[in-house]
């Protein structure tokens, strides 16, 4: 059965995290590359790995502002792991723990069919368009959920 929980991701996950990154490195993921990028993620964000018994299939994380309003900025499933539903899960997981926060918010590349469809799945709207979000000439929806 595919159950998963949410394990938060300490220094010592540095390089799993930093491995899930960069599989999920492409035009439609903007992801950490360097150690300190990585570790100051860890240190500051809600990063979390995403196991499945002992297996780790992926990873999802959020910040909160300091307005409060949360946001999720990031979430990958291993290649061999994704459309088995651990993203899914893993987003339901991580949206319970900020159920109390007003504004839950996310960015995700207007490509990126796969994602888009489990945003809104979740319940999330596309709020607005913004060009060369990351500075990298890509733009970006911005996803709010309602
Ligand atoms: C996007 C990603 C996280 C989805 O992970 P996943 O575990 O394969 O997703 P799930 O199996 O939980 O699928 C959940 C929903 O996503 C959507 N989805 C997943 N794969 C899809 C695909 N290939 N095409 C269309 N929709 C897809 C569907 O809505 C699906 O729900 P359904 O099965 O009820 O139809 C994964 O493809 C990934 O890691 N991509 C690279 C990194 C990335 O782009 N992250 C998003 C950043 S904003």
Do not use: C
């Not at 903007?30 to 150690?35: C, N, V």
């Not at 999802?60 to 979430?75: D, R």
């Not at 469809?117 to 929806?141: C, H, Q, T, V």
């Amino acid at each position: 059965m595919n159950t998963i929980v949410l394990k938060r991701a300490t220094l010592e996950d540095s390089q799993e995290v930093a491995k899930i990154e960069k599989v999920g490195n492409s035009k439609t993921y903007s992801s950490r590359t360097k150690k300190d990028e990585i570790e100051n993620f860890i240190k500051d964000d809600f990063v979390f790995l995403i196991k499945n018994r002992e297996t780790t299939v992926g990873m999802v994380s959020f910040k909160i502002t300091k307005k409060k309003i949360v946001h999720y900025n990031g979430l990958v499933i291993y290649p061999k792991f994704r459309s088995k539903g651990f993203a899914k899960k893993a987003m339901f997981l991580a949206l319970r723990r900020v159920s109390k926060y007003s504004r839950i918010e996310l960015v995700v590349h207007p490509h990126n069919n796969s994602a888009i469809s489990l945003y809104f799945s979740l319940g999330f709207i596309i709020e607005a368009w913004k060009n060369n979000y990351f500075g990298d000439g890509e733009p970006r929806l911005v996803m709010l959920k309602k």
